[in-house]
């Protein structure tokens, strides 16, 4: 009885998986990426490039802001600003940004001096309203301060994307690539999400977007109420924002090469158990038909290989569970094969089989912990 209890959940839960797979990541899988994305002729493409504005948070980046300012101050663009918004910095972060000043007159600066320190709820978001309630341009694109463009036609690309009624665009933001096992599992992480949110967004399901890269219309923002509605959560300005005023209409992504925003990763487990706290902690407020799909993808993953597990570990219907396997990593395979090429990370192929299933201890170890870990501090 137990036994076919076993074999009939493994069935649900790959029948499932192999659903989500070949119904939904399979979207982004053989999505072709427009070929006049932000590319268009000297005339027509000064028609089609509305003023940008460009802002970033930043709390004690004086080293970074060193390293990567100066290719956003210099983007291949007509018409756009660059605001930073130098929130409580200790170190030499607004000495760098005075200095930047003198060449680039674009760069506005706005300092917060202990405005939101003892705000424990404030989070980055009052922060980077700050900067939003500033901007003199219509069209946002949002990064951070320890992000890498690039090219210089990063914004051009992600305000090629902004046509007709899309109103958001989804930028993607891989982790730069550092020999070790925690470096592969962040890049995998990574990717995975991608595929999730990016595979959302072209069924016309869009849930979350990603801070270090994203763009949207400053007018949304101020429709929606900034970020009033989840204000009591530090986390959030970016995945909590874009689920609140993505529609089925208003989202469109961008996986050109060109656009993507390179961000250093953690060097420490510890490290990387505080960043995803931070960004777990919205998950259970995302809308409830995003909850229940993102929910019953995790538990079919997981259900695969534990269910799957324990039938071979009992020598029951080892035929059915060694075929049903195969069949689902052979889709994976096939499907991440054509993603990581998109997405520029073709090495990690070979890993997917280790990695697919070792994400399982993710929900095991890491879920429970991060989803009841309190954090209010945006750094």
Same mark, same amino acid.
């Given at each position: ?5 076993? /074999? ?11 659903? %989500?797979?070949?119904?939904? %990541? ?41 390293? @990567?300012?100066?290719?956003? !101050? ?21 000495? /760098? ?31 980077? +309203? ?6 003199? *341009? ?13 090219? =210089? ?40 999400? +991608?595929?999730?949110? @990016? ?22 923002? =101020?429709?929606?109420?900034? @970020?009033?509605?989840?204000? *009591? ?26 656009? @993507?925003? %390179? ?15 931070? *960004?777990? $902690? $919205? ?16 538990? $079919? *993953?997981?259900?695969?290989? !534990? ?10 219907? +080892? ?7 195969? /069949? ?28 697919? +299933? ?10 429970? %912990? ?10």
């Amino acid at each position: 009885m137990i036994g076919h209890i076993l /074999i009939i959940g493994f069935i649900i839960c790959t029948i499932v998986q192999l659903c %989500f797979w070949w119904g939904l %990541f399979s979207k982004l899988a053989f999505y072709k990426t427009p070929e006049n994305t932000g590319v268009s002729s000297n005339n027509q493409q000064s028609k089609e490039e509305k003023p940008v504005s460009i802002v970033i948070c930043a709390r004690n980046e004086a080293q970074n802001l060193a390293k @990567f300012l100066p290719r956003i !101050l210099s983007q291949n663009y007509r018409l756009y600003e660059v605001i930073v918004v130098n929130d409580n910095s200790s170190d030499t972060s607004q000495d /760098i940004l005075i200095q930047h000043t003198i060449n680039c007159p674009y760069l506005r600066i706005i300092h917060i001096h202990n405005k939101y320190e003892y705000d424990s709820q404030a989070g980055k978001k009052k922060v980077l +309203a700050e900067g939003i309630r500033s901007a003199r *341009h219509n069209v946002l694109l949002l990064t951070d301060a320890d992000c890498e463009v690039a090219s =210089e036609n990063w914004l051009r690309k992600m305000q090629g994307s902004m046509q007709g009624e899309k109103q958001i665009v989804l930028g993607y933001s891989p982790y730069i690539r550092y020999p070790g096992c925690l470096n592969l599992f962040i890049r995998y992480e990574t990717i995975y999400t +991608a595929v999730q949110y @990016f595979s959302f967004a072209l069924a016309k399901m869009p849930y979350m977007g990603v801070g270090r890269n994203l763009a949207y219309h400053k007018d949304l923002f =101020e429709l929606a109420g900034g @970020f009033s509605k989840h204000e *009591h959560i530090a986390s959030g300005d970016d995945d909590l924002f874009i689920n609140q005023v993505s529609t089925q209409k208003n989202v469109n992504i961008n996986i050109d090469p060109e656009s @993507f925003v %390179f961000s250093e990763p953690k060097r420490s487990w510890k490290s990387y158990f505080r960043q995803k706290a931070r *960004h777990m $902690t $919205t998950g259970r407020e995302y809308k409830l038909k995003h909850k229940v799909l993102l929910g019953l993808l995790s538990t $079919t *993953h997981f259900g695969h290989y !534990l269910l799957g597990g324990l039938l071979l570990t009992a020598q029951l219907n +080892a035929n059915v569970v060694i075929t049903l396997y195969l /069949i689902r990593m052979i889709s994976l395979i096939i499907l991440y094969g054509k993603i990581l090429k998109k997405l520029r990370d073709p090495s990690m192929l070979i890993w997917i089989p280790i990695l697919d +299933a070792t994400f399982v201890l993710f929900y095991v170890v890491f879920a429970p %912990f991060l989803m009841t870990r309190k954090r209010n501090q945006w750094t």
